[in-house]
Nanobody, 113 residues
Framework: QVQLVESGGGLVHPGGSLRLSCAAS??????MGWYRQAPGKQREFVAS???????NYADSVKVRFTISRDNAKNTVYLQMNSLKPEDTAVYLC?????????WGQGTQDTVTS
Protein backbone atom coordinates (compact mmCIF):
# COMPACT_ATOMS: atom_id res chain seq x y z
CA GLN A 1 0.00 0.00 0.00
CA VAL A 2 0.98 3.66 -0.26
CA GLN A 3 3.32 4.98 2.42
CA LEU A 4 4.60 8.55 2.79
CA VAL A 5 7.43 9.56 5.12
CA GLU A 6 8.20 13.25 5.68
CA SER A 7 11.53 14.58 6.92
CA GLY A 8 13.47 17.84 7.14
CA GLY A 9 11.42 19.76 9.67
CA GLY A 10 13.03 21.56 12.56
CA LEU A 11 13.59 24.80 14.43
CA VAL A 12 14.54 27.90 12.46
CA HIS A 13 14.69 31.66 13.06
CA PRO A 14 12.50 34.09 11.12
CA GLY A 15 13.96 34.62 7.67
CA GLY A 16 15.58 31.20 7.64
CA SER A 17 15.01 28.23 5.35
CA LEU A 18 14.04 24.58 5.55
CA ARG A 19 13.70 21.88 2.93
CA LEU A 20 11.12 19.18 3.55
CA SER A 21 11.21 15.80 1.84
CA CYS A 22 8.45 13.24 1.32
CA ALA A 23 9.62 9.77 0.38
CA ALA A 24 6.84 7.70 -1.14
CA SER A 25 6.38 4.01 -1.74
CA UNK A 26 3.61 2.23 -3.60
CA UNK A 27 3.22 5.14 -6.03
CA UNK A 28 3.80 5.55 -9.76
CA UNK A 29 4.11 9.24 -10.58
CA UNK A 30 0.97 10.39 -8.76
CA UNK A 31 0.13 14.01 -8.10
CA MET A 32 1.43 15.09 -4.69
CA GLY A 33 0.79 17.91 -2.26
CA TRP A 34 1.89 19.57 0.95
CA TYR A 35 -0.49 20.72 3.68
CA ARG A 36 0.06 22.22 7.10
CA GLN A 37 -1.79 22.39 10.38
CA ALA A 38 -0.94 24.87 13.12
CA PRO A 39 -2.09 24.41 16.74
CA GLY A 40 -5.76 25.30 17.06
CA LYS A 41 -6.17 25.78 13.32
CA GLN A 42 -7.63 23.76 10.48
CA ARG A 43 -5.40 21.92 8.06
CA GLU A 44 -4.67 24.08 5.02
CA PHE A 45 -3.33 23.56 1.54
CA VAL A 46 0.24 24.73 0.89
CA ALA A 47 1.33 23.44 -2.52
CA SER A 48 0.77 20.65 -5.02
CA UNK A 49 2.57 19.23 -8.02
CA UNK A 50 1.40 17.04 -10.89
CA UNK A 51 3.24 14.03 -12.24
CA UNK A 52 4.57 16.29 -15.00
CA UNK A 53 5.86 18.88 -12.54
CA UNK A 54 3.21 21.62 -12.76
CA UNK A 55 2.90 23.36 -9.40
CA ASN A 56 0.21 25.28 -7.52
CA TYR A 57 0.66 27.29 -4.33
CA ALA A 58 -1.42 28.87 -1.64
CA ASP A 59 -1.27 32.67 -1.82
CA SER A 60 0.37 32.82 1.60
CA VAL A 61 3.46 30.92 0.42
CA LYS A 62 3.85 32.02 -3.20
CA VAL A 63 7.40 33.14 -4.08
CA ARG A 64 8.73 32.01 -0.70
CA PHE A 65 8.08 28.27 -1.13
CA THR A 66 8.93 25.95 -4.03
CA ILE A 67 7.59 22.44 -4.54
CA SER A 68 9.49 19.97 -6.71
CA ARG A 69 9.73 16.26 -7.32
CA ASP A 70 12.08 13.52 -8.41
CA ASN A 71 9.92 10.86 -10.03
CA ALA A 72 12.79 8.38 -10.28
CA LYS A 73 13.10 8.52 -6.48
CA ASN A 74 9.36 8.87 -5.80
CA THR A 75 10.19 11.88 -3.65
CA VAL A 76 8.60 15.32 -3.43
CA TYR A 77 10.27 18.35 -1.82
CA LEU A 78 9.17 21.64 -0.34
CA GLN A 79 11.83 24.35 -0.20
CA MET A 80 10.74 26.98 2.32
CA ASN A 81 12.54 30.33 2.35
CA SER A 82 12.00 33.60 4.21
CA LEU A 83 10.16 31.73 6.93
CA LYS A 84 7.82 33.59 9.25
CA PRO A 85 6.46 32.66 12.68
CA GLU A 86 3.05 32.12 11.09
CA ASP A 87 4.59 29.30 9.02
CA THR A 88 4.96 27.26 12.21
CA ALA A 89 2.95 24.07 11.77
CA VAL A 90 3.04 20.35 11.23
CA TYR A 91 3.62 19.86 7.52
CA LEU A 92 2.02 16.82 5.91
CA CYS A 93 2.62 15.19 2.57
CA UNK A 94 -0.33 13.94 0.51
CA UNK A 95 -0.59 11.65 -2.50
CA UNK A 96 -3.64 11.77 -4.76
CA UNK A 97 -4.24 8.30 -6.19
CA UNK A 98 -7.04 6.43 -7.90
CA UNK A 99 -7.58 4.63 -4.60
CA UNK A 100 -7.93 7.86 -2.62
CA UNK A 101 -5.76 10.43 -0.87
CA UNK A 102 -2.95 9.17 1.35
CA TRP A 103 -1.22 11.15 4.09
CA GLY A 104 2.14 11.04 5.79
CA GLN A 105 2.58 11.39 9.54
CA GLY A 106 3.86 14.96 9.32
CA THR A 107 7.02 16.85 10.25
CA GLN A 108 7.19 19.82 12.64
CA ASP A 109 8.36 23.22 11.39
CA THR A 110 8.89 25.79 14.14
CA VAL A 111 9.84 29.38 13.25
CA THR A 112 10.75 31.42 16.31
CA SER A 113 13.26 33.95 17.57
Amino acid sequence: QVQLVESGGGLVHPGGSLRLSCAASGLIGEAMGWYRQAPGKQREFVASITSAGSANYADSVKVRFTISRDNAKNTVYLQMNSLKPEDTAVYLCAAYTRGGTFWGQGTQDTVTS
